[in-house]
């Protein structure tokens, strides 16, 4: 079969990312799940609490301790099991949509449902020269890497299944990755999503109560120079973000020193757009939620008068198409430049 003749091709195991992701994803599992035992067991340190900016907070922070711990634990335990099942002759008696099903959920919830905006506004804030780091940043980090353990995981256990190269993904007959047609699309998705929030903070900092209420509009030094940065970092990412698509974006400009007329690494372009991604997907489920649960009544405004909710939170609307479609060019843009596959020899159709 080709899958067996590509792993005689392949560079020694330890550099193939899909002979260990699945255990790296398993041992995720038993250590996180062990945590949250700890803390359904009375121990300190459970992360997922709401801070001051209650409305702002995590999805997960809305379940109390103990049934978000059983929760874990019963997750943790569940990726255990499948984890194992992945990898053993028995498992082949599990349902492979089972396997992925659960997969890709875990990777959803740990995605969208644990993070807040504290790590949008940390990278942020970074641009001000201000950090402010915690056990509960920190946590969500760990979810955020254990999601990322489960979906590479999740990838090369239906490459094994379809029997593609565990490297690439091609088969024999193999076609281009279809993200790969829509990609100029979705980077222009990417690129133009920000601009509303962009915008409003932009003349925000100029003084102009756009989208609020005059009356209760606060001009300062500190909130104009944060409202500017945070405008300025917008548009500066969405052009940054066309760069997927455009050839300056592949080779670095003549202009550009000590690197001018090199080809730009891949990974220089991937890994930053999919952090920044994941950070504003993440950030815009807890806007969103927010946004209508105070339309419905269903949660205090705190300060924000309802009159002025479209223009401080109504742009964050639009960031879970904003990250979603970062996070979907980044891919595309991954695929459309990464060649040939030095273990199957495959390349696009």
Request: proline share 4%.
């Amino acid at each position: 079969m080709r899958a067996q003749g590509l792993e005689k091709k392949s560079a020694p195991r330890l550099w193939h990312w899909s002979s260990w992701i699945g255990y790296a994803a398993l041992a995720w599992s038993i250590v996180y799940g062990i945590v949250h035992l700890y803390w359904l067991l009375g121990g300190e340190g459970y992360p997922f609490i709401q801070e001051e900016m209650v409305m702002f907070s995590a999805m997960v922070t809305y379940l109390p301790a103990q049934a978000g711990s059983i929760a874990f634990v019963v997750l943790c335990s569940l990726g255990v099991f499948f984890g194992i099942a992945m990898h053993k002759a028995w498992g082949r008696v599990v349902p492979y949509w089972l396997i992925m099903t659960y997969a890709w959920g875990l990777a959803a919830v740990l995605l969208l449902f644990v993070p807040d905006s504290s790590l949008i506004m940390i990278m942020a804030y970074a641009f001000l020269f201000k950090f402010d780091f915690s056990w509960l940043i920190f946590n969500q980090i760990i979810c955020i890497i254990g999601a990322l353990l489960w979906i590479f995981a999740a990838v090369s256990y239906f490459r094994r299944v379809r029997q593609a190269c565990t490297y690439c993904g091609r088969t024999e007959n193999g076609k281009a990755f279809v993200l790969v047609r829509w990609g100029k699309w979705i980077t222009y998705i990417a690129a133009f999503a920000p601009i509303p929030y962009a915008c409003t903070r932009i003349v925000w900092a100029f003084g102009v109560a756009f989208g609020v209420d005059s009356q209760f509009f606060e001009v300062n030094p500190i909130a104009q120079i944060t409202s500017l940065v945070f405008g300025g970092i917008c548009i500066g990412g969405g052009l940054l973000t066309l760069g997927l698509i455009q050839k300056w974006g592949e080779v670095f400009p003549r202009w550009f020193p000590f690197v001018g007329g090199k080809r730009v690494p891949i990974l220089l372009a991937v890994i930053p757009a999919s952090i920044v991604a994941i950070a504003v997907t993440a950030a815009g489920v807890v806007f969103t939620f927010t946004f209508f649960a105070i339309q419905l009544q269903l949660m205090p405004a705190e300060g924000i008068l309802l009159n002025d909710i479209w223009g401080t939170i109504g742009p964050m609307l639009l960031w879970i198409p904003w990250g979603t479609a970062l996070g979907l060019a980044a891919i595309s843009y991954y695929y459309r430049r990464r060649g040939r596959c030095k273990y199957c020899n495959g390349s696009e159709c």
